[in-house]
């Protein structure tokens, strides 16, 4: 686990999330609901991978290379508990809410279409990769 450079990741969680806003700028919204759900779901599914890419730099912060880094949800649990939140359990609760909620809830199930419930859960990825990532 050699110390590895600064690399593209630098960044691109939050270029993510932008990306994420940016895909429901133009979407339609009657009654605080968005009314095609469609760009909702790929909001949610950037958004997430918004905070694996964060995860992902903290982990190249710790030593981690490219390809050392996690591959499956299962192993982000694992590397978050072994490099991150070893005496912290908290990160680990706010990666757990925000795999339900982004990936499964908004992205895979396209429960979340409510504006307040998008810019909330947001809101909660913006403070996960605030906590990760280095500026």
Excluded: C, W
């Excluded at 759900?37 to 030593?63: H, S, W």
């Excluded at 809410?97 to 809830?105: A, P, R, S, V, W």
């Amino acid at each position: 686990m050699a110390r590895q450079p600064k690399t593209q990741t630098q960044g691109e969680a939050f270029r993510y999330l932008a990306n994420a806003r940016d895909i429901l700028k133009h979407s339609k919204i009657e009654d605080d609901i968005y009314l095609d759900k469609k760009p909702v779901r790929e909001a949610f599914g950037t958004a997430y991978l918004a905070v694996l890419e964060a995860i992902n730099e903290a982990l190249i912060e710790k030593g981690l290379t490219q390809k050392e880094l996690p591959k499956s949800v299962d192993g982000y649990r694992a590397a978050l508990k072994k490099f991150i939140s070893v005496h912290n359990g908290k990160l680990i609760r706010e990666f757990e809410f925000l795999y339900e909620t982004l990936h499964i809830g908004g992205y895979y199930r396209g429960l979340i279409y409510g504006v307040d419930l998008v810019k909330d859960s947001f809101k909660h990825t913006e403070s996960f990769i605030n906590k990760l990532v280095v500026h």
